[in-house]
C-alpha cells in the first residue's frame, strides 16, 4: 500500500460470477477517480496473505485503505451508487485549475 491516496482494493477470484459482474464498475471508478484514488485488483486465489491481512471472507469484497487504515468495506456484490458512497466521503478534493 504505497500510495498517499485512498485506495480501493476489489478481492476477486476467476470463479466468482459476482465479481465478474463488478469489474466494469471498478474499472470505470479508476478512470473517473483517477489523480484521488487508486483501485487495486487482487486475486484473492493467488493472494491468501492479502485475504487474511484483510479479513476478507466473502468474494467480491472492497476494501478502503485511507492513510494505511482500513476506512469502510463492503462484503459481497456492490452496485455504483454503493462504491461512490463508500469512496466519496474519503477521496481529496479535485485539482482547481488555475
Known sequence: MDSDLPQLIFFTCETSGPA?????????????????LR?????ADEHSSLVRKFEVE??????LVVDRTVADRIDG?????????LVAPHLPEPAVAV
Open 77 to 85: 456484490r456492490a452496485n455504483m451508487p454503493q462504491i461512490e458512497r
Open 39 to 43: 483501485v487495486r485488483r487482487v486475486d
Open 20 to 36: 465478474r459482474r463488478m469489474e466494469s464498475l471498478l474499472a470505470h471508478v479508476a478512470r473517473k477517480e483517477r489523480g484521488r
Open 58 to 63: 466473502e468474494i467480491p469484497s472492497l476494501v
